[in-house]
């Protein structure tokens, strides 16, 4: 009899220590959406940036110039939805961008391309960006809002 009641205090004392670790609910985290590098950009800069632009002059070497006859309708078009419209050197795409980092990041189809943009400046009615060639070369273009 002192044999079965040890038996039973032992499983007593043994459920006593492990039903605690059985039925505590394992802790849950929320995971965040993937970030895009960096800092996002906040309702005013957005607001500032989602629109169309238009090259006004484009510095490279430290040499500001007018746009060519080639690049005369350059410009690009950012959507708060992250779509992009896109013309460089007069050929159109289209595609997504992403901040981060204090640069846009862009990815176009037809051409495909991946570009980054670092911004240099951007206001209402201004907007400089830097975008640094495979061979390191950096160039800037200044853009006004379309009109």
């Known amino acids: 009899m002192k044999t079965s009641l ?8 043994g459920c006593m220590f492990t039903t605690p ?4 609910k394992k802790a ?3 995971k965040k959406a993937p970030s895009s ?7 005013e800069k957005s607001k500032m940036l989602c629109k ?3 090259v006004d002059t484009i510095s490279e070497f430290g040499v500001d110039s007018r746009p060519t006859s080639k690049q005369a309708a350059d410009g690009i078009t950012f959507v708060a939805d ?3 419209f896109m013309t460089m050197e007069g050929v159109a795409s289209t ?16 051409p ?5 943009f670092k911004i240099i400046s951007l206001a209402d009615n201004r907007m400089v960006l830097e975008y640094q060639t495979p061979d390191l070369i950096r160039i800037q273009y200044v853009y006004k809002p379309k009109k």
């Open 6 to 13: 040890k038996i039973a205090a032992l499983l007593i004392i």
């Open 28 to 30: 849950t985290t929320t």
């Open 112 to 116: 495909d391309a991946k570009m980054s």
């Open 95 to 110: 595609g997504k961008w992403t901040y981060g980092g204090a640069r846009i990041n862009t990815v176009t189809t037809s």
């Open 21 to 24: 670790l059985f039925s505590q």
């Open 82 to 84: 992250g779509s992009l």
């Open 52 to 54: 169309a632009w238009k």
């Open 37 to 43: 590098g960096g800092a996002s950009l906040s309702d």
